[in-house]
């Protein structure tokens, strides 16, 4: 079942997977503002595996949907 699920990043919605595992899809934005240079900003998503803890919740693994590496380095933030 579908379900949001209190994160401290931008979620669509949880999937459960095991009884307190879920599979959280997300997305972020950088916005910037180099000095002396021109603003952008770049979207990333990613996939994530949580467990949901009585004392805490961890991410367990981080998947991306593209390399955010090469995403910045064209933007000019990175070598």
């Known amino acids: ?3 949001p699920i209190g994160l ?3 979620h669509r919605w ?3 997977l ?3 595992y879920v599979l959280v899809p ?4 950088l916005d910037f503002a180099p000095p002396g240079g021109e603003a952008g900003s770049a979207r990333f998503a990613q996939t994530c595996v949580v467990r949901l803890g009585e004392d805490r ?3 367990l693994l981080y998947l991306s949907h593209k390399r955010e590496d090469d995403a910045l380095r064209k933007l000019g933030l990175t070598n």
Do not use: C, H
């Open 26 to 29: 997300t997305r972020w934005t």
């Open 8 to 10: 401290g990043a931008p």
């Open 1 to 3: 079942m579908d379900r």
């Open 57 to 59: 919740t961890q991410i």
């Open 18 to 20: 095991a009884r307190g």
């Open 14 to 16: 949880a999937r459960d």
